[in-house]
Each structure stands twice: as C-alpha cells, then as structure tokens.
T-cell receptor
Framework: QKEVEQDPGPLSVPEGAIVSLNCTYSNSAFQYFMWYRQYSRKGPELLMYTYSSGNKEDGRFTAQVDKSSKYISLFIRDSQPSDSATYLC????????????FGGGTRLMVKP | KAGVTQTPRYLIKTRGQQVTLSCSPISGHRSVSWYQQTPGQGLQFLFEYFSETQRNKGNFPGRFSGRQFSNSRSEMNVSTLELGDSALYLCASSLGTLEGYTFGSGTRLTVV
C-alpha cells in the first residue's frame, strides 16, 4: 500500500463547478501537506502548502487537512477550463528535509 | 527570474547504456532534489543534495546516482539502463523551505 493514496480519475466537470480532490495518507509522521498542479509536458507547480489541520484558502483554492483521519482535500471554486490538469497531493515528515511523498495524481478536465 | 533548468528535454538511449541528466537550480537555491515520474508508480523521490552533500536518498538501486557542484548545479547518472528506467526525471530546487520548492520541466528519457 502506498503511503499517500489518490483517486486517479479522470474527473470531468462543467465550467463553474466546485471541484473536490482528495487524498488519504497512512504515515502519522507526515506533518506538511502540499497540492501541486501539473500540466502536460510540464513539471509540477505548487498550489497550496499547509502544516496544520484545518482550512487554508488562496483565491479559488482551499486546502483542507484532517490529521485525525489522515485526509487531505483540495477544493476549486468556479472551475475554469484552464484548471484542466493533473493534481498531485504530497506529504513529508517533519525531519525529512525536502523528501516529498506524492499521491498518484488525479486528472481533472473542466469542460466549457 | 530564471526557473529550474533541466537539460536535455528529451533523450533516447539503448538498454545497457548510461545517461547523465543535468539540473541548474534557481539562483541562490542550495537544495536540489530529483524525482522519477512514471505512469505506473507516479512521482518517486530519488535523492536530495544540499551544499554538495547527499542529504536524503529514496529507494532506488545503486545504478542511480547523483552529485552536486559548488555552484549548486546537479547531475544525476543512471548506469546500465533498463527499459523500466523510461520516465520523466524531474529536478526541484529550494532555499530550504517547502514553500519555495520549484520543479523544472523535466527530462523525458526513453530506453529502447
């Protein structure tokens, strides 16, 4: 079993919809949580970063972490066709430097 | 501000050969990490270098090695290439915090 699990999708939604992307993790030592967006033929781009349970909002994006259930979510409001990409969640230990453990990624398609 | 630069972008090698990939981090970044991305296994951590020293290592065979130079540029080497080494190899650099963790666009390696 992978330490970070993510539904691969694809997830197809109409433009303007609210998108919910989810990950679960099994390692209790994970303290930092990130969401990356990856377009085709590009490297991952950091969207959200958090280290505490609760919600963190940035524009149309909200990251939610529930450490008690080891559950990570990313919500995208008013989704746009330009949001079509693969979304990756990642976690790291509190003392593992920059060694990230990634979920497998969810492919999102937002249709005009 | 220049991003993380990886060269070459595409590479085709024959089984049994060796290959060297290069990564130039963002100016001032002293940490460089390498990841392998495949459709089956997703993004997997290879190793991290900080100030020319390997700080973390993932679970890959010894055929995968790396180094970092005094100017923070990094190279990774894969010897005795196998078909399964075909992947997108991504490099990420940072000042030391996860928020500044920036990926390059990767080198697409195909082993035939």
């Amino acid at each position: 079993q992978k330490e970070v699990e993510q539904d691969p999708g694809p997830l197809s939604v109409p433009e303007g919809a609210i998108v919910s992307l989810n990950c679960t993790y099994s390692n209790s030592a994970f303290q930092y949580f990130m969401w990356y967006r990856q377009y085709s033929r590009k490297g991952p781009e950091l969207l959200m970063y958090t280290y505490s349970s609760g919600n963190k909002e940035d524009g149309r994006f909200t990251a939610q972490v529930d450490k008690s259930s080891k559950y990570i979510s990313l919500f995208i409001r008013d989704s746009q066709p330009s949001d079509s990409a693969t979304y990756l969640c990642a976690s790291t230990h509190n003392n593992a430097g920059n060694m990230l453990t990634f979920g497998g990624g969810t492919r999102l398609m937002v249709k005009p | 501000k220049a991003g993380v630069t990886q060269t070459p972008r595409y590479l085709i090698k024959t089984r049994g050969q060796q290959v060297t990939l290069s990564c130039s981090p963002i100016s001032g970044h002293r940490s460089v990490s390498w990841y392998q991305q495949t459709p089956g296994q997703g993004l997997q951590f290879l190793f991290e270098y900080f100030s020319e020293t390997q700080r973390n290592k993932g679970n890959f065979p010894g055929r995968f090695s790396g180094r970092q130079f005094s100017n923070s540029r990094s190279e990774m080497n894969v010897s005795t290439l196998e078909l399964g080494d075909s992947a997108l190899y991504l490099c990420a650099s940072s000042l030391g915090t996860l928020e500044g963790y920036t990926f390059g666009s990767g080198t697409r390696l195909t082993v035939v």
